[in-house]
């Protein structure tokens, strides 16, 4: 049994790993990665954002060819089966793991495949895929493990009509009417990508409002818009059983309902990829929800082992894992690119898609804080008239007196994209956090960035 000796060893190389794998080889560190998948990427790259950001851009693609008179005169409109689409998300798949294996290698990353366990606190187990049994010492530990769908005992996922958000990837077929069951972030998304494809969707929701975190007036144009698209959305519904069929599911309500499909797919919840990582063996207990706690620094009770990424809970984004795991590198290794993760701007990528940042208006009003809102409708603006994307809007929050920018929340075209220049503003200092800025900044045209200019002038006039 060969024994290796490294200075940090991250388990998992998802963002979260991959950012603290970087940070600590750039601070001069010898670093390991282990992984139980063969392929680096972790659930991201192979079974979460990059696999359904790449379906939903394909079938925006078809939605655009099926409504587009220009492309409507060459023929009658495309159907797509879901196997179809996914081929296309699968070839995304195979670059990521490309790219990010060069990663390793250019920074002399060593990795590892196998299912890792602690033996100690500075002593990790690895079972290699051959059932040959590694030992690595270390001096740190990142774990990064991340999370993967919630699995409620009384639920049969083994039944063949039965989905979760991995096992949804392998549908060999397209559902005439898919369930799904939770209307978080993960629900709506998959809700756009099979309305998308014609398939009829029932929602469930067990809350009154759909992604209640969100600016009120933004969940509302959500939910008009899914609905729009045959999405018949069902509020303060819960479960009591789901009976599967040969060629179908029953879903029971509670509230007496009982609703048929083709299959269900479960969206409701995800857990910390922790219960084979040994934790009692070094004093570590996670959450009900297999989370780890953390502090500012992202160490965890034992001084030299730290977590980031969804295994650690909010916010559960990519985008913020990336930046937990290379802070928590970064303390562990002691330079000075840590900081706690926090202001992170919300990427969801429904049909249309929404971002927001900062503060909400109810959040504003319950704070009673002076405020004043701009808005710019795309359907007014000239880029989204050639992009044929009229859908959406740009809302900035703004404080009255001040004119100190509270909160940009954008539905619709690019809004992922756009929100980060109301992000960069924001981050400025002073006076350099004004709407101001955007009256007096000459902006390029036609784009959809000119929407800042047009919300800004639209909130000034609100002003007296």
């Excluded at 040969?246 to 797919?265: P, Q, R, T």
Aim: overall charge neutral; some cysteine; glycine content about 10%.
């Amino acid at each position: 049994m060969a024994v290796y000796n490294y200075d940090v060893v991250v388990l998992g190389s998802g963002p979260a790993g991959e950012g603290a794998a970087m940070n600590a080889a750039k601070a001069g560190r010898k670093v390991a990665v282990i992984d139980d998948r063969r392929l680096v990427g972790g659930n991201c790259t192979h079974l979460g954002t990059i696999p359904s950001k790449a379906l939903r851009h394909s079938v925006r693609q078809i939605m655009q060819y099926n409504t587009n008179p220009l492309f409507r005169q060459i023929g009658e409109p495309r159907w797509f089966s879901f196997p179809d689409v996914l081929q296309s998300a699968e070839r995304v798949i195979s670059k990521q793991v490309t790219s990010r294996t060069g990663y390793y290698a250019r920074n002399r990353i060593d990795v590892f495949f196998g299912s890792a366990s602690f033996a100690d606190e500075q002593t990790i187990q690895v079972v290699c895929p051959n059932g040959v049994v590694e030992t690595i010492v270390t001096k740190q530990v990142v774990i990064a493990t991340g999370s993967r769908p919630y699995r409620p005992l009384d639920v049969d996922f083994s039944h063949p009509r039965v989905y979760d958000s991995d096992t949804i990837l392998n549908l060999s077929h397209t559902p005439r009417r898919l369930i799904i069951y939770g209307a978080g972030v993960i629900g709506c998304e998959y809700a756009s990508i099979f309305s998308g494809l014609g398939v009829l969707v029932d929602l469930i929701d067990n809350r009154d409002r759909l992604l209640s975190f969100l600016d009120d007036e933004i969940s509302q144009a959500l939910s008009y818009h899914l609905s729009n698209n045959n999405v018949m959305i069902r509020h303060n519904e819960e479960y009591e059983r789901i009976e599967g069929q040969e060629h179908g599911v029953i879903l029971h309500l509670k509230s007496g309902k009982k609703i048929k499909a083709d299959a269900l797919l479960w969206c409701n919840g995800r857990t910390g990829n922790t219960d084979k990582l040994g934790l009692e063996n070094i004093g570590l207990k996670a959450n009900g929800r297999g989370q780890i706690e953390v502090d500012h620094q992202y160490r965890t009770p034992v001084q030299n082992v730290y977590a980031a990424g969804d295994v650690i809970g909010w916010p559960s984004l990519a985008s913020a894992a990336y930046d937990q795991g290379r802070s928590a590198a970064g303390n562990a290794v002691g330079n000075d690119s840590c900081r706690f993760v926090n202001d992170v701007p919300t990427g969801i990528y429904t049909i249309p898609e929404i971002s927001s940042i900062g503060k909400s208006e109810q959040e504003l009003t319950a704070e009673k804080i002076p405020y004043e809102v701009g808005k710019a409708f795309f359907k007014g603006m000239a880029r989204a008239q050639i992009s044929a994307e009229p859908v959406g809007m740009l809302k900035i929050l703004f404080h009255r007196e001040t004119l100190e920018i509270l909160g940009v929340h954008c539905f619709g075209y690019q809004a992922s994209e756009i929100v980060h220049i109301g992000q960069a503003i924001m981050n400025q200092q002073g006076e350099g956090n004004t709407i101001k800025y955007f009256v007096n900044t000459t902006f390029n045209y036609p784009t959809m960035a000119e929407a800042y200019r047009v919300a800004a002038f639209d909130g000034l006039n609100r002003l007296f």
